[in-house]
């Protein structure tokens, strides 16, 4: 095995937790630390090894919590510091670990740092440069025609200093300048503060933006455009990222991803390299562009299974032993993986399961979101005003703007891809709001709660949950699972995802109908049926492939064992 194949995060499972949504301890509606410490058997029951904790830093909530005004200390809605010494060892204290969200790439234009660099734009305001300043091009004319991830443009014209600031998400949100040195020393600084605490690890928020090409040139002559390649994977970003490893992350036994969005197979070897020199890993994002138009996320096109199977295979085969995957179908950005690749109605279990396997024996470490081992759903609600998103309440206003505007069409890119989808509060059981909260959820729980909640699933060994059990405890006992190579089986199959992963002498062979109807196929050459072990498959019975049937019920997943 290589320096990689040693490494404990390879063969961990992570938990994603969203603060604000999982569960209420005081009944203000908000998820909060002493919420998810009332939860942690539950996730010592599920198996998980790691959870990722969105962000509980001190924020104004303009970005539900990405937008940081205080980068050591807790928001109130959350709880203090001491919950959150108390949630850290209540997770070490039965085996698990907390890997911490870093948003580094921006602040929120609350923080210290960026109320001291908004006095002034005079030389000796040593706060100036800790952000990206510039002149406008006069006539109210942005320094460039960027625009934001969130509609409109990515500067806001600052009158006191006659002045513009870049800020690529919202305008509440200025970008750090990460060509200044002292900032980077305050980055460090302060990932040491958690270190020492005892955290296991970060997720770095857009962690590839954090460079930018010098001089800032437009994109195009547009007056509005996307400047992805002048922000995006940008001239030093792994110049800063090899220096955050020599200063801080080399010294500790760390899991780090960093959210890569754009990122090619080959950028991410650079990131995760197998010398280590940088990150463990990446979140990219092809496979979520897979239902994506020409024109972006709200541009709402079919899901093609040639397509699906083309993206998946390459970041298997093109980091094959030169950096490891991340394993992600849905997170705090994502709508529900059951509802955008499944069936959330007849099929709504059996299709959670079949995505589960497809996802869990692949090669990388696996990312469950809160509510995903439940197979919960997007929620569909009345109208606008029952979302909260920055993202899509903008896009919204913005469409509707346009002279031509479908409002049903709209409608349904919202009810497809909106971040509040992945966002409702967790359903623990079918009380009131899904036993989430005593008071007033901040977003409303899905009406489905009182069918899909914990409790149910807890008491039904058929259930998603226990599914995801098995699973998570496979990757503990099979090392094939962990370090077998991918290989796709029948790529041109219009419903049937296969593959085979192969460690020596063993292979598992991973076969996934992703349709609502039975799926016939021929077996793979070199995998004969009756001679490879069911491990798991999510019908529950023997599957009758195993006796030489070629048919695959509805959204039927199964896995054999092959050794030779």
Known sequence: MNQQESKWWQGSVVYQIYPRSFMDSNGDGIGDLRGIISKLDYLKILGVDVIWLSPVYESPNDDNGYDISNYRGIHPEFGTLAD????????????????????????????????????????????RDYYIWRKGKGDGVEPNNWTSFFSG??????????????????????DLNWENPRVRREVYDMMNFWLEKGVDGFRMDVINLISKTEGLPSAGT???AWGGDYFMNGPRVHEFLQEMNREVLRHYDLMTVGEAPGATPEEAIQYANADGSELNMVFQFEHMDIDSGPGGKWDLRPFQMTEWKRVISKWQTELEGKAWNSLYLNN??????????????????????????????????????????????????????????????????????????????????????????????????????????????????????????????????????????????????????????YELLLPEHPAVFAYSRTLGRERLLVLCNYSG????????????????????????????????????????????????
């Open 222 to 224: 547009d007056r509005y």
């Open 84 to 127: 959150w010494e108390d949630l850290l060892k209540g997770l070490h204290d039965r085996g698990m670990k907390l890997m911490m969200d870093l948003v580094v790439n921006h602040t929120s234009d609350e923080h210290p740092w960026f109320i001291e660099s908004r006095k002034s734009a005079d030389p000796d305001n040593s706060y």
């Open 332 to 485: 705090h950005d994502q709508p529900r993986m059951v509802s955008r690749f499944g069936d959330d109605g007849k099929y709504r279990v059996e299709s959670a399961k079949m995505l589960a396997t497809f996802l869990h024996m692949m090669k990388g470490t696996p990312y469950i979101y809160q509510g995903e081992e439940l197979g919960m759903t997007n929620a569909k609600f009345a109208c606008i005003d029952d979302y909260r998103d920055i993202e899509v309440l903008n896009m919204y206003k913005e469409k509707m703007a346009e002279s031509d505007v479908d409002e049903t069409a709209v409608m349904d890119a919202v009810y497809a891809k909106c971040r509040d989808n992945a966002r409702t509060p967790m359903q623990w059981d079918d009380s009131a709001n899904g036993g989430f909260t005593t008071g007033t959820p901040w977003l409303a729980v899905n009406p489905n709660y009182p069918e899909i909640n914990a409790g149910q699933a807890l008491d039904d060994e058929g259930s998603v949950f226990h599914y995801y059990r098995k699973l998570i405890g496979l990757r503990k006992e099979l090392p094939v699972i962990v370090h077998g190579v």
């Open 517 to 564: 109807s039975d799926a016939e196929f021929s077996w793979p050459e070199g995998f004969q049926p009756g001679e490879g072990l069911l491990v798991i498959g999510n019908y529950g019975e023997a599957s009758a492939l195993g006796n030489g049937s070629s048919v695959l019920r509805p959204y039927e997943a199964v896995v054999f064992h092959y050794q030779s």
């Open 153 to 174: 443009s990515a500067w806001q014209y600052d009158s006191a200093s006659d002045d513009y600031y870049l800020h690529l998400f919202s305008r509440k949100q200025p």
